[in-house]
Structure formats: structure tokens, C-alpha cells
């Protein structure tokens, strides 16, 4: 099996529903190849439900969705135990997170309570329920979507979860031809009706070992440290980003240098996963958003002026 092979066929397949956003697909992807999960956050109406179908039905994978509002109730994502008046014993019910796809739709409009069922899941790959302990199934993946626009009847994500997503995705809206062509595609049926297998369960888990297995020196470390260490000393930033944020930059520098065909990381496959992989575990402090400053500010000021291994200083 050729993993690059593999990542790219998965890629071409999910962009014949998803049209015009290979960049964005591409970040889907990787978060798959890196075993994280990923955080799509766009306006309605741009297919961020549909990049998590396409994937799904992409890889033949279990798909499950759950709808999140704000009567959801953890039980209705993890299972509940019931009894079984025949046997005199308890028989649990698996909720929809035991798949190994799951869609939490619009993540933001759940209470903390419920939105909270997910921790587990996402960091320990294991669920608790009624103090019995259930593994997940392998490859698993969440990919949460939320609107940034609407605001009431939504619930933010906290910091502990936000900080769980490897990446977050943003899809922007479709460029006119991509969007006359989406037109096209979707005159007589959705091209998700159509969309095939390319690959199974055991290729996808073969994927994310050869992405584990791709070599990143100790240079390389430093340099993903340094990056992550500049959002903390930022003047504006109120939190920076954790540790976790650095295993996310390692993890998704390794998985762009096997999409590009190498089997070791370079300073500029760390560069053009930053953003994703850093920008939504930024805090902001209060005076500096007062100002119009982002957490894109913060990362375009202090990452950028990492020095990049190997390179001398210039001469002033």
C-alpha cells in the first residue's frame, strides 16, 4: 500500500462533492490521517455537513450523526443501560458516538453538559456509561461543525474542548465558477448519492501508522516549540497555546510531508498547517478584541517571526 496513494485518493474523492476547496479538503483529511479530529466552522450553506459525508462514505467507514440541540441529553450521545425484564439483567444501548465517523451538527447549540459527553470520547477514545467502560471503534473521528454568525441560543465551545480538535477548518464560500459548476452537479441529484468507496478501515489505520512513522528531527521540534511558545508571550494573546497544540503541529507536519511524498517533516509543512492547527486555541485578551485584534493577528506577529532552522540571520 502506497500511503500517499491512499491520502490523495480519498482527497479526489471527497472533491467531487466538495468543489473548488482542495486546500480545505486537504486539512480534512490530514486530521483523519493524524487519528484527531476536526472543528468546521463556516457561515450555512457551505457544505460543511456534507465534507463529513463525503468523507465517511469515502473511506467505508460506520456514519453516524447527531444532531446537537439544546434539549440534547449526554445519554443520547453515549447509550443508556436498560432493562431487560427477560433476562433480570441491564442491556446497553450504544448511543451514536460508537462509530467510527461521527457528525456532532452544530456542536455549539448543546448544553456544556451534553456537548461535555464528548470529552471522553475524543481524548480517551472510551466512553463511561453507568460506570461500565466501553472502547471506541477503530479508526474514530469526530468532526463537530458550528456557525460563528448566530450567537443566540448557542453555547461557545469551552477551552478544554476546543483544545481537543486537532484542527479547525474554515470553508469560505465557493468562488462563481466553482459555485456555477456545484450548479451543475447538483441538477439532477447530489453527487453524494453516487459518491464510492476508495479505500477501507484497515488502509485508513495503515495511513495514520505511516504518518506516525514520518521522521521529524530534533531541529524540527524546536522549531514547532518556538512557534507555539510565541502565542503565549504575545502582548494580546490572553491564553496561548498548549502542548497539545505542539503534538497537533508535529502530527499534521508529518501528515502534509506524506501527502507531498516525503518521508521526513520540513520547516514549511509546519508553516502551512499553523493556522489550522493553532488558531482556534487562542484566547484573545478582553482589551485587545475591544481593539479588532484575532487570534490571525496574534499568529501573523509573533509565529511568523520564528526564525526557521538552518537559515542564518540576515545581515542588517
Known sequence: MDPEQVANRIIDNVERVIVGKRQEVELAVMALMSGGHALIEDVPGVGKTMLARSLARSIGCAF????????????????????????????????????????????????????????????????????????????????????????????????????????????????????????????????????????????????????????ANDLIRQYIVARVDATRRHEAAYLGASPRGSLALQRLGQARALLEGRDYVIPDDVKSVTYAALGHRLVVSPGARMKGVTAAHILGESVEQVPVPGLRPSRQ
Open 64 to 215: 453516524k450523526r447527531i444532531q446537537f440541540t439544546p434539549d440534547l441529553l449526554p445519554s443520547d450521545i453515549t447509550g443508556v443501560s436498560i432493562y431487560n425484564q427477560k433476562t433480570g439483567d441491564f442491556e446497553f444501548r450504544p448511543g451514536p458516538i460508537l462509530a467510527q465517523v461521527v457528525l456532532a451538527d452544530e456542536i455549539n447549540r448543546a448544553t456544556p453538559k451534553a456537548q461535555s459527553a464528548l470529552l471522553e470520547a475524543m481524548e480517551e477514545r472510551q466512553i463511561t456509561v453507568d460506570g461500565v467502560t466501553h472502547p471506541l471503534p477503530e479508526p474514530f473521528m469526530v468532526m463537530a461543525t458550528q456557525n460563528p454568525i448566530e450567537y443566540e441560543g448557542t453555547f461557545p465551545l469551552p477551552e478544554a474542548q476546543l483544545d481537543r480538535f486537532l484542527l479547525r477548518v474554515n470553508l469560505g464560500y465557493p468562488s462563481r465558477d466553482d459555485e456555477v459548476a456545484i450548479l451543475g452537479r447538483q441538477q439532477m441529484e447530489h453527487p453524494i448519492h453516487s459518491l464510492e468507496q476508495v479505500c477501507d478501515a484497515q488502509e485508513v489505520m495503515a495511513l495514520q501508522r505511516a504518518v506516525r512513522e514520518v521522521h
